[in-house]
């Protein structure tokens, strides 16, 4: 990878004008709409325009842009299909792999964290790299034992300006419920601050990774989770795995691949809390593959969270008083845990709706998560004229349940992408402490 970007006046004051710039054009487009302009074209425009100029000024962002584009992806289902096009082009964009980083800095680094003796320790290192994200890139070698191993190596820099770019991009959050309907990017992004520092030293990641290997082991039928060899603030060395990723399965996979891979993934993020009291906190499709066996393969565990006593009992008991239609005990269940603002009402059914992305998926034994069901939701969410749209004031996500909600809202994202057919409900009754009470 190149030099991390300095951040110059004028990229600033070109960050500065994109606000400034897209509600101009929103607010010309809503002139146009009250002069008898077709809406849904006027639509359509305002959201090309709205995309082309915003992503395009965020890629120069670098690892932050790349960061939360891998956040956005697992929503990417809940784009309406009239504006899809210069949606999905611009989070493949947000999502496109950065430069490589020079041979010799890649050596530094290793030099830096594993001491110059690493090179007696690997057989054999491919300096041209097999992946790069937003901090850092992935070279394939063999450890001296023989085993292939995936050598991930963090760019020089790559702290302060991941840090630098997420803060900038807290001041678009407004703005980017125009690209994404339905999405509490605001919580995306704090949830991805908060998480930073734990991502940025592998040392974390590595003790993670740890967990979820030795608590799934090596002969389970549902996951794999490869082996850590090494790991030291900046460079992890973990067993190579391979497979298929969840993105290849959704662009071209078979009926059965979809399936399966939605299956085993909604099973991976509710089964974790109790088998390793850790969840995965990064589900994107980049981040799961199928292998040839059948097993999900989860790589990437820089962002988790601890859950020593595995999800909490009350949000099991917030779906099952939803689905039983108990609302005056939900009602207070849900006050108790700080999800009702004080001193605000909310309705049985704008509870309900509020909740429908959990609560769907268990009225049938077998529920198909489709594109259309979450467009459907997301249209719910940024109507005016519905209820999702006051309750959204009248609710609040409790911190604690901040990145337990964006998983499992990311996964069901992704299964929607998958066009998966899943056994969410039986998966919930054993795994979902609270549910089945």
């Known amino acids: 990878m190149p030099d991390i970007p300095r951040r110059s006046s004028a990229r600033t004051a070109k960050l500065a004008s994109i606000p400034l710039g897209i509600a101009g054009r929103a607010a ?147 703005i980017f419920a125009t690209v994404m309907p339905g999405t509490d990017i605001k919580s995306v992004l704090d949830e991805l601050s908060a998480r930073t520092e734990e991502e940025l030293d592998y040392r974390i990641e590595g003790s993670n990774q740890r967990a979820f290997a030795t608590a799934i082991g090596d002969d389970d039928e549902n996951f794999a989770v490869p082996r850590v060899v090494a790991s030291s603030p900046k460079v992890m060395i973990s067993e190579w795995m391979t497979g298929t990723p969840l993105s290849a399965i959704i662009a071209k996979g078979t009926v059965e691949e979809r399936n399966t891979a939605g299956g085993r993934l909604a099973l991976f993020q509710f089964a974790s809390p109790a088998r390793v009291k850790i969840l995965h906190g990064d589900p994107h499709p980049g981040n799961f593959m199928l292998l040839p066996d059948g097993r999900l393969g989860a790589i990437d565990f820089g962002a988790a969270l601890a859950l020593p006593n595995g999800l909490p009992r009350e949000l099991g008991a917030m779906v099952r008083l939803a689905r039983e239609e108990k609302f005056d005990e939900l009602t207070e269940l849900l006050r108790e845990q700080n999800f009702i603002i004080a001193g605000r009402d909310v309705s049985d059914k704008e509870i309900a709706d509020y909740l429908r992305p959990i609560t769907d998926p268990i009225k049938m034994e077998s529920f198909h998560f489709t594109r259309a069901w979450m467009q459907g939701m997301a249209s719910n969410a940024t109507d005016f004229t519905t209820t999702q749209f006051k309750t959204a004031r009248s609710l609040n996500l409790p911190p604690q349940y901040a990145m337990i909600f964006r998983v499992l809202l990311g996964t069901v994202g992704i299964c929607a992408q998958l066009d998966a057919y899943a056994p969410y409900r039986s998966i919930l009754e054993e795994w979902l402490p609270g549910f089945t009470e």
């Not at 010309?28 to 009250?34: N, S, W």
């Not at 915003?54 to 956005?72: D, R, Y």
């Not at 964009?93 to 950065?98: N, R, V």
């Open 28 to 174: 010309m487009g809503f002139g146009r709409k009250i002069a008898g302009g077709d809406r849904d074209e006027i639509d359509a425009q305002l959201a090309a325009k709205a995309a082309e100029q915003m992503f395009s000024v965020l890629g120069e962002l670098k690892g932050g842009a790349m960061k939360l584009g891998q956040a956005l992806s697992v929503f990417e289902a809940a784009v309406p299909e009239e504006f899809a096009e210069p949606y999905r082009e611009a989070l493949t964009k947000l999502q496109a792999e950065a430069p490589p980083m020079p041979v010799k800095r890649v050596h530094a680094v290793l030099d830096q964290q594993l001491g110059t003796g690493w090179r007696q320790r690997v057989r054999e290192f491919d300096d041209t790299p097999t992946a790069s994200a937003s901090i850092g890139q992935v070279h394939r070698a063999v450890w001296s034992d023989g085993r292939d191993v995936a050598v991930k190596v963090q760019y020089p820099g790559a702290d302060v300006a991941l840090r630098s770019d997420l803060k900038t991009l807290q001041r678009f959050v407004g």
